[in-house]
T-cell receptor, first 118, second 113 residues
Framework: GAVVSQHPSWVICKSGTSVKIECRSL??????MFWYRQFPKQSLMLMAT?????????EQGVEKDKFLINHASLTLSTLTVTSAHPEDSSFYIC??????????????FGNGTRLTVT | QKEVEQNSGPLSVPEGAIASLNCTYS??????FFWYRQYSGKSPELIMS????GDKEDGRFTAQLNKASQYVSLLIRDSQPSDSATYLC?????????????FGSGTRLSIRP
């Protein structure tokens, strides 16, 4: 149980284009999903909290107009990197709690999306 | 001060020995604590969660929590080469499903044959 599916696994795009990453909870409903970014040899940095049916909550320093998050259903959240630049190249990972409203539930992660912007 | 601190390592441990990984956190209101393992190029996978002071054992893994000292540790007994990975300590604060989980920078563990 508690499977989070993320697509695509990797993507290469040209500078200035937009890329959409999908995150699905396959066997549970997730009112909240979390998007992390990880640069090489660094830890996971929380970018934003995605809330079903409402606006995402962004962490300080994360541009909401650049990283568009949509959480239209209880099983799907999307992250769109708009006007991507080489410095956006990173490993993007989504996650969700499988325990419903339980704050004690751990996060389960998707397999991540490696974005390379040329 | 970082919210969750770990020694970056690398920590080198001989096969069959006990590996000890440590983590400290700054927010006294933290409620939930997790250890994740991350292989290079992969996403993290949950090893253990702990919520109360004391020890919690699961197979070769033992998590220890001391809220007064704001300290969490993970012991790996009978270390295997497959345990070589980066271990991430994660801490959650709050009482809602939207409470954030903050990760430490990770400790790189290497098990030498």
């Amino acid at each position: 149980g508690a499977v989070v599916s993320q697509h695509p696994s990797w993507v290469i795009c040209k500078s200035g284009t937009s890329v959409k990453i999908e995150c699905r909870s396959l066997d549970f409903q997730a009112t909240t999903m979390f998007w992390y970014r990880q640069f090489p040899k660094q830890s996971l940095m929380l970018m934003a909290t995605s809330n079903e049916g409402s606006k995402a909550t962004y962490e300080q320093g994360v541009e909401k107009d650049k990283f568009l998050i949509n959480h239209a259903s209880l099983t799907l959240s999307t992250l769109t990197v708009t006007s991507a630049h080489p410095e956006d190249s990173s490993f993007y990972i989504c996650s969700a709690r499988a325990g419903g409203s339980s704050y004690n539930s751990p996060l389960h992660f998707g397999n991540g999306t490696r974005l390379t912007v040329t | 001060q970082k919210e969750v601190e770990q020694n970056s390592g690398p920590l080198s441990v001989p096969e069959g020995a006990i590996a000890s990984l440590n983590c400290t956190y700054s927010d006294r209101g933290s409620q939930s604590f997790f250890w994740y393992r991350q292989y290079s190029g992969k996403s993290p996978e949950l090893i253990m969660s702990i919520y109360s002071n004391g020890d919690k054992e699961d197979g070769r893994f033992t998590a220890q929590l001391n809220k007064a000292s704001q300290y969490v540790s993970l012991l790996i007994r009978d270390s295997q080469p497959s345990d070589s990975a980066t271990y991430l300590c994660a801490v959650a604060t709050g009482y809602s499903s939207a409470s954030k989980i903050i990760f430490g920078s990770g400790t790189r563990l290497s098990i030498r044959p």
